[in-house]
């Protein structure tokens, strides 16, 4: 079975800059959870996709975007970047249908922004 | 309003020892409840599910109180190797996690 994995894992942009962070879900999972974690704090989450479309969204402005493809793997998109933006972000996916619904992590994409 | 909430703690606490968290949320129609394990510098991982009746999984036990909307861990025997970040996590009606600031924990030797 294979894992959650996200790339790159550690990236340094500028203000102002773009940035896109890439997902691979877990085997067998359809949908794709997006989380910002900044230090001490609990992972927030910025959105879910499901059948690639976006399926619930959390307090985060419109520059964070994000898309989901056929295989199910996911990107995030974060346009004119911010100090604040600079974070942990964490990619989980999942099982949406019949059955126990658990998120799984990957390894996060570790972002500063200077 | 947080959805979930938790004490972050540090708890410090002996080898040995018995350790409780403790986390509430906010929407009454959550759905379902988590707790995560958080090492540092590392992805969370799944600890264990928790259900109404409550339940164990070895030195841990989760309950849930839904009149409450009231969550609980419990470590017994606390290890080294137990020193992590434990998140509290509820999903809402469009099957989305939450998850809580989490909770500090250190096993002292």
């Known amino acids: 079975e294979t894992g959650v994995t996200q790339s790159p894992t550690h990236l340094i942009k500028t203000r102002g800059q773009q940035v896109t962070l890439r997902c691979s879900s877990q085997s067998g999972h359809n949908t794709v959870s997006w989380y910002q974690q900044a230090l001490g704090q609990g992972p927030q989450f910025i959105f879910q996709?499901?059948?690639?479309?976006?399926?619930g969204r959390g307090n985060f402005p419109p520059r964070f975007s994000g898309l989901q493809f056929p295989n199910y793997s996911s990107e995030l998109n974060v346009n004119a970047l911010e100090l604040d933006d600079s974070a942990l972000y964490l990619c989980a996916s999942s099982w949406t249908g019949a059955g126990a619904n658990v998120l799984t992590f990957g390894a996060g994409s570790r972002l500063t922004v200077l | 309003r947080k959805e979930v909430e938790q004490d972050p703690g540090p708890f410090n606490v002996p080898e040995g020892a018995t350790v409780a968290f403790n986390c509430t949320y906010s929407n009454s129609a959550s759905q379902s409840f988590f707790w995560y394990r958080q090492d540092c510098r590392k992805e969370p991982k799944l600890l264990m599910s928790?259900?109404?009746s409550g339940n164990e999984d070895g030195r841990f036990t989760a309950q849930l109180n839904r009149a409450s909307q009231y969550i609980s861990l419990l470590i017994r025997d606390s290890k080294l190797s137990d020193s992590a970040t434990y998140l509290c996590v509820g999903t809402n009606t469009g099957n989305q996690f939450y998850f809580g600031t989490g909770t500090s924990l250190t096993v002292i030797p």
């Open positions: 996709y499901y059948r690639e479309e976006e399926n």
């Open positions: 928790v259900y109404s």
